[in-house]
């Protein structure tokens, strides 16, 4: 079959849907039609071809919506129809454009086949800036289900299993083979006895380290010698950097291949000094190092599984005095932490399925997706805040803070031990004077756990009592409005007259503890506008330096 007559099969499969769909698109286009219009198609075909797997999606001028063949005259000269491709190219992301414009003839009449290609792996494709798509017959704005649809999407050319063809086993560091034959004994006990009779060559296949006897470069990150790391065209760095209070950098270090031995070189300069704090109804100080050592190591051995090396960017470890950060470059795959963690199933896909499935092998790692839970388990059974996840800037950010931030949110995680995970980061929130969801509001109020109204919730009175937090409770319940008047109105009584600064003294220690200055002075200036409001008291003195006084009248309760 010739080029021709594929064309013209093309246009009669395509004329035999019965409607038309996300990818394929019918127009009359007689004699022009608008470069906007075309564009905005390009984009919305090309994107929905992505979602559907399709190889290609089609705009066809010169047929009707009744599939009836009509012709179009649309840029008869072949230089001025193909410079079309150059044209759109101008005005879509990364300069895509037609793969190809066809012209068939058909019924004596010509019909234009523009094949759009399907856009690229976690891009969607924008014309002039604007993301397209189709709903039915309609072309529409790319919502953002789609949008998202595509941008989570991984390009599934794993780098991780590419063979190094110019590395053998001279570039295997020999401290890292060895460490990493005694992992593996760990993680498949029942192969301790095989392990030892496996030479370097037998030992590298059976940890999936080796494809067909050649090294990859997940054996390179591993176990390679640091000399070698020129061979993987990349930037293999973990950095240490140690912060002081203002941040400022205090030191820093500079960790390169192998990573086997890396981390514990990592965890070695991390300063995990002890850290006391009291628990309510005891006097004997609870006593834990700042970071939970698995948690440390997790957080690591994630940043190397799932770094994104075609970025060439380095692993950070950045600790604070209460505080480190683990960051690595690339999206954090399953989308959302606080979603992928209440959900509970593992992610469906990694960056690195073969660095992964290495790692797990040398017991570095743990395939099921639990770590990042066990994460939140250990900050939670020390009374320490959650974890932290920024997930901005194509990077993925993790904090442990090794410290307790809020006493009374660490009161009443031990008051409370049956506080599901869901429960424990919406009260997370709450300590770190974060905003609530309306659902995790609703949780939280129906379980009684917050009282207040957003976005200054405090603990709920039956929490409190049980945690020994019966004055913060009231301290942060704030009194009716007649309260307030009454105390004015005494003061006025008993001294005659009062300035500004006066009522502040006051009042400022009776409003809840969660008002900020500004706050309080506004609802100082509220109060006081009421009074003069319903007669109750008067200025005698000037606007900028007041003097108050009690009218006559008296403030009805």
């Not at 094949?115 to 002039?128: C, D, G, Q, R, V």
């Amino acid at each position: 079959m010739n080029i021709q007559n594929d064309k013209t099969e093309i246009l009669r499969r395509l004329l035999a849907t019965k409607v038309e769909n996300e990818v394929v698109e019918f127009k009359e286009a007689e004699n022009n039609y608008h470069f906007e219009k075309i564009g905005q198609y390009f984009s919305a075909l090309s994107n929905e071809a992505n979602l559907k797997g399709n190889a290609t999606s089609w705009l066809v001028f010169g047929v009707n919506n009744k599939r009836k063949v009509t012709g179009s005259n649309y840029r008869l000269n072949p230089e001025s129809l193909h410079s079309l491709k150059h044209e759109i190219a101008g005005h879509t992301t990364n300069n895509i454009s037609f793969a190809e414009i066809h012209e068939v003839q058909m019924d004596g009449k010509r019909v234009l086949l523009f094949e759009i290609p399907p856009a690229p792996k976690a891009t969607p494709i924008a014309f002039k800036g604007h993301w397209y798509a189709r709903d039915g017959e309609s072309l529409v704005s790319l919502n953002l289900q789609k949008l998202e649809s595509i941008r989570t999407q991984i390009n599934y050319r794993d780098w991780s299993a590419e063979i190094v063809m110019d590395a053998d086993l001279e570039d295997i560091d020999p401290d890292a083979m060895i460490v990493a034959r005694e992992n593996f004994k760990k993680k498949n006990p029942r192969l301790v006895d095989d392990v030892d009779t496996w030479d370097e060559v037998a030992f590298l296949r059976n940890a999936k380290l080796s494809i067909r006897g050649k090294l990859t470069r997940t054996a390179l990150l591993l176990l390679g010698r640091n000399q070698s790391e020129h061979l993987l065209c990349a930037d293999p760095k973990i950095r240490w950097v140690l912060k002081d209070f203002e941040g400022k950098t205090k030191g820093y270090e500079i960790f390169g291949l192998p990573w086997l031995l890396a981390v514990d070189k990592v965890f070695a300069r991390i300063r995990n000094i002890r850290y006391s704090y009291m628990h309510s109804g005891t006097l004997f100080p609870q006593e834990v190092d700042m970071y939970d050592p698995f948690s440390i190591r997790e957080a690591l051995n994630n940043c190397i599984a799932h770094q994104d090396y075609t970025l060439n960017g380095r692993i950070n470890v950045i600790e604070h005095d209460d505080s480190l950060q683990f960051t690595n470059l690339g999206d954090f795959l399953p989308g959302d932490v606080q979603l992928f963690l209440l959900k509970g199933i593992p992610p469906e896909r990694y960056r690195n399925p073969f660095l992964i499935e290495a790692m797990r092998n040398l017991n570095l790692v743990d395939t099921i997706g639990g770590g990042i839970s066990k994460m939140f388990q250990a900050q939670r059974e020390r009374l320490f805040p959650m974890p932290e996840y920024d997930l901005s800037n194509n990077r993925v950010s993790v904090t442990l803070i090794g410290k307790v931030l809020d006493l009374n949110y660490a009161q009443m995680l031990v008051a409370n031990d049956d506080l599901d995970l869901r429960e424990i980061m919406a009260l997370d929130k709450i300590q770190k004077h974060k905003p609530l969801t309306v659902d995790e509001e609703k949780l939280l109020k129906t379980k009684k756990l917050i009282e207040g109204r957003k976005p200054h919730y405090y603990i709920a009175k039956d929490i409190a009592q049980k945690t020994g937090q019966k004055a913060e409770y009231t301290r942060n319940d704030p009194f009716k409005n007649q309260e307030y008047f009454d105390w004015i109105r005494k003061l006025l009584k008993d001294h005659k007259s009062a300035s500004r600064k006066d009522i502040d003294s006051l009042l400022w220690d009776k409003l809840p503890d969660w008002m900020t200055e500004r706050q309080r002075k506004n609802k100082i200036s509220n109060l006081i506008n009421e009074m003069r409001g319903a007669d109750i008291i008067c200025n005698i003195g000037t606007r900028g330096k007041p003097c108050w006084v009690l009218q006559h009248k008296t403030l009805k309760n």
